[in-house]
Nanobody
Framework: QVQLVESGGGLVQAGDSLRPSCAASGRTLSTYIVGWFRQAPGKERELVGAISLSGGTTRYDDAVKGRFTISRDSANYTAYLQMNSLKPEDTAVYYC?????????????????WGQGTQVTVSS
């Protein structure tokens, strides 16, 4: 099993940047697709983006494309979500999650390991 812990959220102003991280323990992330999700108050959880096992492929929701970048370190214990040009509508709890590498890459289903979430609040 793999345990995931997010950190790096916070309160920022519109236009600022944040870089939450997702640290794995128990196992490396080398055999997992890593996804970042977010859930705003009163809304369903949504997939923000995902990164492949090698890190060579990423895909993003249209709402964040061009502003957010997912990466993973070479040791495969940490994944990152670089968030630039933040907007108030990006305010949410952000979660990282992992699913086996053989899973369908950009389906929001199949994630069986989740972090506890980190709050991101963007003020206008």
């Amino acid at each position: 099993q793999v345990q995931l812990v997010e950190s790096g959220g916070g309160l920022v102003q519109a236009g600022d940047s944040l870089r939450p991280s997702c640290a794995a323990s128990g196992r490396t992330l080398s055999t997992y697709i890593v996804g970042w999700f977010r859930q705003a108050p009163g809304k369903e959880r949504e997939l923000v983006g995902a990164i492949s096992l090698s890190g060579g492929t990423t895909r993003y929701d249209d709402a964040v494309k061009g502003r957010f970048t997912i990466s993973r370190d070479s040791a495969n214990y940490t994944a990152y979500l670089q968030m630039n040009s933040l907007k108030p509508e990006d305010t949410a709890v952000y979660y990282c999650a992992a699913k086996p590498g053989y899973s369908s890459f950009y389906e929001s289903s199949g994630y069986n390991y989740w972090g506890q979430g980190t709050q991101v609040t963007v003020s206008s």
